[in-house]
């Protein structure tokens, strides 16, 4: 009697299981070939409820009764290894085949699956949402935690260390959306069939696994389109160890992957045609945006000026660069914020900030950084409406960039719309604890308003941006409001190194940025209780 597996006939689910057994490209070893055969013939027989750990190694290891899964894991490294040696084989040899055999993780039973058809998509699929747009010029990766062939010990963890260390590594190159290692274990698990669909939009999910035996470390990898369900690269690495080169070894490994998919026209962007403004045409550029990445992580006054000049330098040399057109424009607004002591200035600063974010949506209309780039641009021109409504663009378009979500959340704190802004910088900061400790300012802002003087303190000091006045202003409200005399006039000594005309315009400069009036106000007050200045001006118009 022939029988169908979902919509595949039997006989043909035999041929394909045929072909990958008798196959010299199927990189599985004997144990896995008896594996595959077992778990398939069972599946074909009705019997797939008896795929259990005890009963494949006892039929297909020749294990004895007294086998305990509990105590031998040699099931589910095997499977491990199978699953990858099936998603090598359809890489390479039967990449044209019609039909495929799949081992989902967190199962032995096989999926036997017809290659493109839209009905038996792979369990294992990360769906992308139709209702959120996908950046071909920034394609989003997910990273799934990677398995791990060794158990206990002192390596108990290992994987997932290495796992963040990757995310890290390829985070490094901005011009790739990472999910970061937080999303990565939340969400990559749901690679399992019996896990909900993520609500991501992803184009590349990478997976793998880690070995580790005597004197040996192994790291195998796997890049998988979303929208075409194929494995698009493989690769092994294999180094010899000692215990005390353990994790520079997974670092140094972890630093090759991410170079060799991230890098301009590396394996992921040979796979993305970019007609939404394209990549820089020189290494000038990308060194361009390495120094704007540098400042902005904590506001260095030394390495503002220079960020601008290679900017400048980058899209003259390449007028289609639109990152660096976003770049350069969150730099003229960063000049608006730091470098501007009048209106005049700040409204200068400003419109050339908008004009080259403007530049960058028009070549690139669907980068979440040029809209970024736009809404900090309103934001420094006093509107910071039309600011928020391109926050939340930005975000539509990469609702994973955890920087971005707690600079929005920032622009809310300063509005004092609560409600709105601290669970955002909560959340990028649970998603990404490592992030610039600069937007913890809104966390500041919010106890200090509820009078949670003490929190406020803490999280004021954890802040590192010693060049910039908003830092030592975080410190010196909060602690004078704590009852922290001295720590309070330490920081408004700070201010004075930094800015010593600061308590005659401070009015003015929280105006600037769009600091609610009731909280400027408070503010003010704490910085003359704490001795900022003999009178401080009361708040002005920010153009007057």
């Known amino acids: 009697m022939q029988i169908t597996v979902g919509k595949i006939d039997e006989r043909c689910v035999r041929a394909e299981l045929e072909r990958v057994l008798s196959s010299p490209e199927f990189a599985g070893s004997d144990r896995h070939r008896s594996f595959l055969s077992y778990i398939a013939e069972e599946t074909l027989a009705g019997r797939a409820d008896r795929l259990k750990a005890y009963n494949i190694a006892t039929a297909a290891f020749n294990r004895g009764p007294d086998f305990d899964p509990q105590q031998d894991s040699i099931v589910r490294i095997e499977a491990g290894r199978l699953r990858r040696a ?168 972890a630093a090759i992957v991410a170079q060799r998919l991230a890098q301009p026209y590396g394996v992921i962007f040979s796979q993305v045609l970019d007609d939404e403004g394209k990549s820089p045409e020189t290494l000038d550029g990308y060194h361009a945006l ?10 260095r006054k030394d390495r503002l000026e220079p960020a601008r000049l290679r900017l400048e330098q980058a899209i003259e040399q390449d007028p289609s660069f639109s990152e660096g057109y976003a770049c350069l424009s969150q730099i003229y607004s960063q000049h608006a914020r730091f470098m501007s002591s009048t209106p005049s200035q700040v409204r200068k600063h400003a419109e050339r900030a908008m004009k080259l974010a403007r530049q960058a949506l028009l070549l690139s209309p669907n980068s979440s950084n040029a809209h970024r780039a736009l809404a900090l641009a309103f934001w420094f021109a006093g509107e910071p409406t039309l600011s928020l409504e391109s926050y939340a663009t930005a975000r539509a378009l990469n609702p994973a960039d955890t920087d971005l979500m707690a600079d929005m959340g920032l622009r809310c704190c300063l509005l004092m719309d609560w409600e709105t802004g601290v669970p955002l910088i909560e959340e990028s900061y ?74 005659r315009r401070v009015a003015f400069d929280l105006s600037v940025r769009n600091v609610h009036p009731a909280l400027a106000k408070d503010l003010i007050a704490a910085l003359c209780e704490a001795g900022l200045g003999r009178r401080v001006p009361p708040v002005a118009s920010r153009m007057t």
């Open 290 to 299: 390495v120094d704007f990445y540098q400042y902005v992580r904590n506001f």
């Open 86 to 253: 099936l998603e090598h084989f359809y890489l390479t040899d039967g990449r044209d085949h019609e039909i495929q055999i799949v081992v989902p993780k967190g199962s032995y039973v096989p999926h036997f699956l017809a290659a493109g058809s839209l009905s038996l998509k792979e369990p294992h699929e990360v769906q992308v949402l139709p209702s959120t747009p996908v950046l071909r010029r920034a394609p989003r990766l997910l990273v799934a935690p990677f398995d791990q062939e060794v158990d206990g010990g002192a390596l108990t963890g290992f994987a997932l260390g290495f796992t963040r260390q990757l995310i890290v590594g390829l985070t490094r190159f901005g011009s790739v959306h990472v999910y970061g290692a937080e999303t990565s274990e939340m969400y990559g698990h749901s690679l399992r069939p019996d896990q909900p669909r993520p609500p991501l939009a992803v184009d590349f999910v990478l997976s793998g696994a880690v070995s580790l035996w005597e004197g040996n470390f192994a790291v195998e990898l796997l890049l998988k389109d979303t929208k075409s369900l194929r494995y698009i690269w493989t690769e092994r690495f294999v180094r010899s160890l000692t215990a005390n080169s353990i994790y520079v070894l997974r670092d140094e490994v």
């Open 430 to 503: 649970r998603r990404n604890p490592c992030q610039s400790s600069t937007y913890r300012i809104g966390l500041v802002l919010y106890h200090f308003t509820e009078g949670q003087y003490d929190e406020a303190l803490r999280q004021a000091q954890i802040v590192n941006a010693p060049d910039v006045v908003y830092n030592a202003l975080a410190i010196a409200v909060c602690a004078e409001r704590a009852g922290r005399h001295d720590e309070a006039r330490q920081a408004i000594e700070q201010i004075e190194q930094i800015d010593a005309d600061y308590a």
